[in-house]
Nanobody, 112 residues
Framework: QVQLVESGGGLVQPGGSLRLSCVASGFALSRYLTYWYRQAPGKERELVATMSSTGKSTNYAETVKGRFTISRDNAKNTVYLQMNSLKPEDTAMYYC?????WGQGTQVTVSS
């Protein structure tokens, strides 16, 4: 019942855009803080973006501020991460989290 499933990752050229989706089932995202993390090979997991349970407050890592936007569609129980002006250093596995639940991740690769 309780599940988070990410999608939308893939290969994109530098300067391009991707929109990641995280669909929740078994619970309402509106009850929890929601997070996007990323982890590149050999590096520690990094918190990229956070949204409050109300959806009224967001914050971002300095490395992505101004380029990434977290949003939510309550009707679809889905949280999104819009990623613009992508850079090679954005390459990582991206994970969503809400409460104690984690998705299994979606790979984003930024390369020519």
């Amino acid at each position: 019942q309780v599940q988070l499933v990410e999608s939308g990752g893939g290969l994109v050229q530098p300067g391009g855009s991707l929109r990641l989706s995280c669909v929740a089932s078994g619970f309402a995202l509106s009850r929890y803080l929601t997070y996007w993390y990323r982890q590149a090979p050999g590096k520690e997991r990094e918190l990229v973006a956070t949204m409050s349970s109300t959806g009224k407050s967001t914050n971002y890592a300095e490395t992505v501020k101004g380029r990434f936007t977290i949003s939510r569609d309550n009707a679809k129980n889905t949280v999104y991460l819009q990623m613009n002006s992508l850079k090679p250093e954005d390459t990582a596995m991206y994970y969503c989290r809400a409460a104690a639940s984690w998705g299994q991740g979606t790979q984003v690769t930024v390369s020519s």
